[in-house]
Structures are given as C-alpha cells and as structure tokens.
C-alpha cells in the first residue's frame, strides 16, 4: 500500500525529530525533496508540502519534547523555510 502524502509527513517529522545531530536533519530533508522532485512533482506542491511539515513541527515546544528533539525541530525549521524560500523564487 503506498503512503499518501499526509502519512509520509507523519513519518517525516517523526524520523526528524528521532535524527541524533543537526547534521543528520539536513541531510534527511534534503534527501526528502531530492526524492519529492526525483518523482517529479511539482514545485507549488513541494511548498505546500513543506508547509504541513513546518505546521506540524511548530506544534512542538521545548517544554514537551527533549533537548535534542528541540534542537532537530529547529534545525528543520530553518531548513525547510530555506528550500521553501529557494522554490519560491524559482517559480516566481
């Protein structure tokens, strides 16, 4: 059964949030749009995807999650609105 786009954002966040470095977050997003254009999808529809990634991590708060799980979170944060920040002038 394949995963539809909403259960692979679950899966996201979750392998993002268990990542055990910074480093090891960047490198999991970008293999993640590198799949997502790999399998041509369209790039207003990347953005919209990486914005329910980012609304689902901003449920996150310090004080619910570990020092580390924080830390993930706001590494991807900043790296998703990055490759949010470079679509968007592409397509614009």
């Known amino acids: 059964m394949a995963l ?30 590198s799949e997502l254009k790999n399998n041509k999808l369209n790039g207003h529809i990347i953005i919209r995807f990486v ?3 980012l609304s689902e991590l901003d449920h996150f ?7 580390q799980q924080w830390s993930n979170c706001k590494m991807a944060r900043i790296s998703l609105n990055r490759i949010k920040n470079k679509l968007n002038e592409t397509l614009n």
């Open 61 to 67: 708060s310090p004080f619910s999650i570990e020092s």
């Open 4 to 33: 539809t786009l909403d259960d692979y954002k679950c899966k996201i966040v979750n392998e993002l949030l268990f990542a055990t470095c910074q480093e090891e977050v960047i490198q999991f997003i970008d293999d993640i749009i």
């Open 51 to 53: 914005d329910k990634i």
